[in-house]
């Protein structure tokens, strides 16, 4: 690594449950040496973007949460999706989910809630694995082909805990399915009680950036209901996506395009 590279580091020590280090726990976990290891501290607590605190240690500085407010207001892929979600969930009685691909995990970025009789655990700013619950499925199944194999490759067993297959070819052979049918349904596998539809979103080059899923308070609906969601969890994804690629199509508002899918028995 670079000494950039070698920088940035120093901030994926708090994407676990730890929140706070010391200057001597962050050179044991690094091996950096000590006079390396203030030089970086100093840029990024000059940046906003870590503090210390007496008697505490190094954690992250108040930049990160002014970052996340300008994230939630002007990010172009929550500005796209926030209309068709809030039209999405006064159709289905439920909680819509925005994700977003990061690494080798699925981050919710956007929550409507639709209900109040359950709660959803999958909060904006919480990853979660490529491998459990729609919403981070129907991105797998998106993925370039070498990345779907060294995904199997590291972990075999996490494949098969996710319904997966029990080899590479039957992983594939599931995801084929999933990617062209356009969406993805799991019974309590993230959250149990609840069963999850999701329908991913792409860039303008066919990308996967990311998906937009409902998710609703029971974990037994039927095939046709399912069919239904799963029909307009599809409709808002695309108008995601065309939004998200600025075609030179003009885009109706999404209340009048989910008015239209009614009528027309969507």
């Known amino acids: 690594m670079n000494s950039l590279e070698r920088m940035i580091v120093i901030l994926d ?18 091996g950096y040496t000590r ?16 503090t210390s605190l007496p008697d505490v240690g190094y954690t992250l500085g108040p930049r990160i949460a002014e970052l996340d407010y300008q994230t939630r207001e002007r990010d172009p892929l929550i500005s796209a999706s926030r209309p068709v979600m809030a039209e999405l969930v006064t159709e289905i009685n439920g909680i819509a989910l925005l994700c977003r691909r990061y690494r080798d995990r699925v981050l919710c970025v956007h929550q409507e809630q639709g209900t ?5 655990n999958y909060e904006r700013g919480l990853a979660r694995p490529l491998l459990q619950g729609a919403a981070s499925r129907i991105i797998l199944a998106s993925l370039p082909s070498l990345m779907i194999r060294k995904l199997y490759d590291a972990d075999p067993a996490a ?30 596998q993230v959250t149990r ?10 860039d303008r080059r066919n990308n996967v950036l990311g998906s937009l899923s409902v998710t609703m308070g029971e974990d037994h609906v039927s095939e046709a209901w399912a069919a239904e969601v799963a029909q307009r969890v599809m409709l808002c994804a695309r108008i995601v996506t065309r939004t998200i690629a600025r075609t030179d199509e003009p885009e109706a508002p999404a209340s009048v395009i989910l008015a239209k899918s009614r009528i027309m028995g969507i």
Request: proline fraction near 1%.
């Open 116 to 120: 109040a009789s359950f709660h959803s």
């Open 13 to 30: 020590l708090f994407e676990g449950e730890r929140l706070e280090w010391t200057l001597e726990e962050m050179q044991a976990e690094l």
């Open 193 to 202: 009680g609840v069963t999850g539809i999701a329908a991913p979103i792409f």
């Open 159 to 188: 494949v098969r805990e996710a319904g997966l297959g029990d080899s590479l070819n039957a992983m594939r052979a599931r995801l084929r399915a999933m990617r062209q049918a356009g969406w993805d349904k799991t019974e309590s």
């Open 35 to 50: 006079s390396t290891l203030y030089r970086y501290l100093k840029v990024l607590t000059d940046a906003g973007l870590m």
